[in-house]
């Protein structure tokens, strides 16, 4: 094992124990320090996320290598292992090893709320959010958003005060929107921008009122995606042809806010 060493949040980590004879059988436990995940899982039918898990780094068999891992934020420190060892001629023998793992994570900054306003085309209420964001990073790979969305009103999407997924994980994939793949020597692919246009028809009234929580997310070339931020938004919008009244108010959007929180949902829309 190395005696330090540095690992990219979402990046795969696997230790191991160099230098050992061979050996038939071996007992014990990996120690691995903040903040990272070893155990996916799914939160839910259409929902797959990754969890701690510490019974995994126990060490039986005849495996010297820890489970794979992947960190999703600081601070890293200090990697311990203690293993018994039990040798083809019938010896038993106590290793214990410690390195470091500093744990870099991507930062964002300059994030710039675009489009916030309401249209009326009668029969049709149209809703308009963009926004956009830099995403700092030293490692190559690939950044989106994951948008959640618990929304209610009349003739739209009502998700029963939960959170779905609005469209697949990466918001708008594979169009436009969809996983940008980041490259640190092009400063073109640093950003990351959200474009949302959620609209209805008036039957012959339309309500939409939504939150929406927005993940802005990073994966490390053969990684997993791992929260940066969270930005938030919303709407409260309603129309009705009858009357020819509109209400249209949706702020710009807020965030993003530090957090490496995995997007959970139950449902898909």
């Given at each position: ?96 090893a ?48 994951t ?5 209610s009103?009349?003739n ?80 409260d ?31 898909n829309?």
């Open positions: 094992m190395k005696r330090a060493f540095q690992v990219c949040v979402g990046q795969n980590v696997t230790l191991r124990l160099n230098g050992l004879p061979d050996f038939v059988d071996a007992v014990g436990h990996w120690s691995l320090p903040d903040k990272f995940v070893n155990q996916q899982t799914n939160y839910s039918p259409t929902c797959s996320t990754y969890q701690r898990n510490d019974d995994l780094l126990a060490i039986t068999g005849h495996s010297h290598l820890s489970p794979p891992c992947w960190y999703v934020n600081k601070p890293g420190g200090t990697v311990g292992v203690n293993v018994i060892l039990h040798f083809p001629n019938g010896q038993y023998a106590s290793v214990a410690m390195g470091n793992i500093n744990v870099y994570r991507p930062t964002l900054s300059n994030f710039h709320p675009m489009l916030n306003f309401f249209n009326w085309d009668s029969p049709v209420l149209h809703a308009n959010m963009s926004w956009m964001v830099t995403v700092n990073s030293k490692y190559d790979g690939y950044i989106g958003t948008q959640l969305i618990n929304a009103g009349m739209y999407y009502n998700t029963g005060g939960e959170f779905k997924l609005d469209g697949s994980e990466i918001y708008g994939e594979p169009n436009a929107n969809g996983p940008v793949k980041y490259v640190v020597a092009n400063p073109s692919t640093h950003m990351t921008t959200l474009l949302d246009t959620p609209h209805a028809t008036a039957l012959p009234c339309v309500e939409m009122v939504a939150t929406f929580n927005d993940y802005v997310r990073f994966k490390p070339n053969g990684g997993i995606w791992v929260t940066l931020g969270l930005v938030n938004w919303n709407m919008g309603a129309a009705c042809i009858i009357t020819g009244t509109t209400k249209g108010i949706i702020p710009p959007a807020s965030g993003p806010v530090d957090t490496d929180a995995f997007p959970l949902w139950l449902y829309l």
